[in-house]
């Protein structure tokens, strides 16, 4: 089952905007990642925050953690056409590398 | 860089082959998976090895199973493919917990059709 929901399903901004996706999980997680998808292909790391971190950034990208809450979001900040794709959390449990992904946020990036 | 391919962007067959979706990493990754994805449902795992020869079940292993005989190489084997495996599917690779890591490395995926 699919731990991860992610809202909203779809965004739509102009370029120069912030972008903003929340993501919810369901149980403990040793850290929750990101990826972004381009149209048809495969998945690209983005970043990955562990479980005793509450914020981190790399480049236009800053994400929270919030525990209490099971949930994360990810801020795209000034953002480019080149960002139009969908933007995936997945959350890390347990002892294996395996991840559950949310269902993804579609964003579309319109100059 | 990490390199994670597939053996066909593209592939459709009829109900009841047998279908093989073979999958290679080339940076002695320990960690391989097997996803499909599928329009509202995110991406789903089908099974994981985390060593040679050694294999686990994800959500959703029922109608397939998988052959990892060298570190490199994960397959995934349709033993007769029906019409609602007609998916995306997505190999990808890692390094094992604790090695400060654990991102996955994603093949660019095989749109299967079955028709």
């Known amino acids: 089952s699919q731990q991860g929901e992610e809202d909203p399903q779809a965004l739509s901004i102009q370029e120069g905007e912030n972008a903003t996706m929340n993501c919810s999980y369901k149980t403990s997680i040793n850290n929750l990642q990101w990826y972004r998808q381009n149209s048809g292909r495969g998945l690209v790391h983005l970043i990955l925050i562990r479980s005793n971190e509450r914020e981190k950034h790399s480049g236009r990208l800053r994400v929270t953690l919030d525990t209490s809450k099971k949930s994360s979001s990810l801020l795209i900040t000034a953002s480019r056409a080149a960002d139009t794709a969908s933007y995936f959390c997945a959350s890390s449990t347990g002892t294996a590398s395996k991840l559950t992904f949310g269902t993804g946020t579609r964003l579309q990036v319109t100059l | 860089d990490v390199k994670v391919t597939q053996s066909s962007r593209y592939l459709v067959k009829r109900t009841g082959e047998k279908v093989f979706l073979e999958c290679v990493q080339d940076m002695d990754h320990e960690n391989m998976f097997w996803y499909r994805q599928d329009p509202g449902l995110g991406l789903r795992l089908i099974y994981f090895?985390?060593?040679?020869?050694?294999?686990e079940k994800g959500d959703i292993p029922e109608g397939y199973s998988v052959s990892r005989e060298k570190k490199e190489r994960f397959s995934l084997i349709l033993e007769s493919a029906s019409t609602n495996q007609t998916s995306m599917y997505l190999c990808?690779?890692?390094?094992?917990?604790?090695?400060?890591?654990?991102?996955?490395?994603f093949g660019p995926g095989t749109r299967l059709l079955v028709l």
């Open positions: 990808a690779s890692s390094l094992p917990p604790g090695s400060g890591k654990e991102t996955q490395y």
């Open positions: 090895s985390y060593d040679v020869k050694m294999k």
